[in-house]
């Protein structure tokens, strides 16, 4: 897509992050509105626990097929067809009942999610120029959507009812298909985007096992679990409002520390930064025990905030093919993504709230310092840049 004028990039990321946005609003409010009223959608936690894990499944084995598709046809009809498939999904959280039929929804917002984030990245990514900030309004834009979802629609499924709220959703994830449709054409004779190689897992090292726990603990256990934690607290209702509160104050958070964790990484390295945020990470799983869980929430959301920047640089470090690291670190992220929520769902009711989040604590502890014995080395990001340059060289 270099064949784009610098003006229709910049409409192509605006229109593909905002078709993301709106198509992410129901899988967010499914993440608010399930672990709690499970028995409105006609499944136990176990189920739960496979509905919420099964789009990162479909993500992981499934990308490059996407990516294949995309190829074939173009990112605009891609994100056309993912806009139309976001639309299926959302209204199917409020209008089907029962694990089999919600497992198929969560299958077309897999394949939907994955052709999104593919699509904008390109967009992004299309030319040299500006490639950074490019992606960074992407991100920020796409950060709207689970924002408006959390915070709205945890007051609509209380008020409305958990299933009506996927309605009104529906109508917000509506607006992706336009947004979708008014892309720029991608100009005659253009390359398509480069297709990632099929699936592959490759024997992790001690940070792709870190990364695991953190996509386990921060991305599967606490977003199922969150609204469980307030519920010992509060009544279902502001537990509810509680949980939607702190995944969009997740997102926000995003937003907020993205800039500050880049600065920590330059001004103190991102070994350091790594590990300070890894340790707030982890103290928050470890406060949960003690019943201090808002003070628990901060430190999970700020950390994980912080760890999303400085990880790929981490990774990037003395990698000889620095794509093929991130690719792998990311793919183990995922996995632990994918299997927290069914963790979370299957030891509910076993085990308490406390010895899951304690047990947590542990694992990313004992990982992070396997990470530092073995493999963790201090390097300025300078040295990161320059290694870029002679690889690009």
């Given at each position: 897509m270099n064949g784009f004028s610098q003006g229709q990039r910049r409409l192509a990321v605006w229109l593909s992050s905002g078709a993301l946005a709106m198509a992410l609003t129901g899988d967010q409010l499914l993440y608010v509105v399930l672990p709690l009223a499970a028995d409105s959608f006609g499944v136990s936690l176990i189920w739960v626990g496979i509905l919420l894990s099964a789009n990162r499944w479909?993500?992981?084995?499934?990308?490059?097929?996407?990516?294949?598709?995309?190829?074939?046809?173009?990112?605009?009809?891609?994100?056309?067809?993912?806009?139309?498939?976001?639309?299926?999904?959302t209204a199917a959280y409020g209008l089907l009942d029962g694990g089999p039929l919600l497992l198929v929804a969560r299958i077309v917002w897999g394949l939907s999610f994955a052709a999104l984030n593919l699509t904008t990245l390109v967009y992004a990514i299309a030319g040299n120029e500006?490639?950074?900030?490019?992606?960074?309004?992407?991100r920020a834009i796409r950060e709207v959507g689970p924002i408006i979802a959390a915070a709205s629609g945890a007051w609509l499924?209380?008020?409305?009812?958990?299933?009506?709220?996927?309605?009104?959703?529906?109508?917000?994830?509506?607006?992706?298909?336009?947004?979708?449709?008014?892309l720029p054409r991608q100009p005659a004779g253009d390359a398509p985007p480069a297709t990632p190689r099929?699936?592959?897992?490759?024997?992790?090292?001690?940070?792709?096992?870190?990364s695991f726990a953190v996509g386990l603990a921060g991305d599967g256990i606490f977003m199922v679990t969150i609204g469980l934690l307030f519920l010992q607290e509060v009544s279902a209702q502001m537990a509810m409002l509680s949980a939607?509160?702190?995944?969009?104050?997740?997102?926000?958070?995003?937003?907020?520390?993205?800039?500050?964790?880049?600065?920590?990484?330059?001004?103190?390295?991102?070994q350091r930064t790594m590990?300070?945020?890894?340790?707030?990470?982890?103290?928050?799983?470890?406060?949960?025990?003690?019943?201090?869980?808002?003070?628990?929430?901060?430190?999970?959301?700020v950390g994980r905030g912080i760890l999303a920047v400085v990880s790929p640089l981490i990774v990037a470090r003395g990698a000889e093919n620095v794509m093929n690291?991130?690719?792998?670190?990311?793919?183990?992220a995922d996995l632990?993504?994918?299997?927290?929520?069914?963790?979370?769902?299957f030891s509910v009711g076993l085990v308490s709230l406390n010895v899951l989040y304690g047990g947590a604590a542990m694992l990313l502890f004992v990982l992070l310092m396997a990470w530092t014995m073995f493999e963790g080395k201090s390097a300025p990001i300078t040295e990161i840049d320059d290694r870029h340059e002679r690889l690009e060289g």
């Amino acid at each position: 897509m270099n064949g784009f004028s610098q003006g229709q990039r910049r409409l192509a990321v605006w229109l593909s992050s905002g078709a993301l946005a709106m198509a992410l609003t129901g899988d967010q409010l499914l993440y608010v509105v399930l672990p709690l009223a499970a028995d409105s959608f006609g499944v136990s936690l176990i189920w739960v626990g496979i509905l919420l894990s099964a789009n990162r499944w479909i993500r992981v084995a499934l990308y490059s097929e996407v990516a294949r598709f995309g190829n074939r046809f173009g990112p605009r009809h891609l994100t056309v067809l993912a806009s139309l498939g976001a639309v299926v999904s959302t209204a199917a959280y409020g209008l089907l009942d029962g694990g089999p039929l919600l497992l198929v929804a969560r299958i077309v917002w897999g394949l939907s999610f994955a052709a999104l984030n593919l699509t904008t990245l390109v967009y992004a990514i299309a030319g040299n120029e500006g490639s950074g900030r490019m992606v960074g309004t992407s991100r920020a834009i796409r950060e709207v959507g689970p924002i408006i979802a959390a915070a709205s629609g945890a007051w609509l499924a209380t008020t409305l009812g958990p299933r009506e709220a996927f309605w009104a959703m529906t109508a917000l994830t509506v607006l992706a298909v336009p947004m979708a449709w008014a892309l720029p054409r991608q100009p005659a004779g253009d390359a398509p985007p480069a297709t990632p190689r099929r699936f592959r897992l490759n024997r992790p090292s001690t940070f792709n096992l870190f990364s695991f726990a953190v996509g386990l603990a921060g991305d599967g256990i606490f977003m199922v679990t969150i609204g469980l934690l307030f519920l010992q607290e509060v009544s279902a209702q502001m537990a509810m409002l509680s949980a939607g509160g702190v995944m969009a104050l997740r997102h926000l958070v995003v937003l907020i520390v993205s800039p500050v964790g880049g600065w920590l990484a330059d001004r103190f390295g991102a070994q350091r930064t790594m590990l300070g945020s890894a340790l707030a990470m982890t103290a928050g799983f470890a406060l949960v025990p003690f019943d201090l869980v808002y003070v628990a929430a901060v430190f999970m959301l700020v950390g994980r905030g912080i760890l999303a920047v400085v990880s790929p640089l981490i990774v990037a470090r003395g990698a000889e093919n620095v794509m093929n690291a991130v690719s792998a670190n990311a793919t183990w992220a995922d996995l632990g993504a994918a299997v927290g929520p069914l963790l979370a769902g299957f030891s509910v009711g076993l085990v308490s709230l406390n010895v899951l989040y304690g047990g947590a604590a542990m694992l990313l502890f004992v990982l992070l310092m396997a990470w530092t014995m073995f493999e963790g080395k201090s390097a300025p990001i300078t040295e990161i840049d320059d290694r870029h340059e002679r690889l690009e060289g």
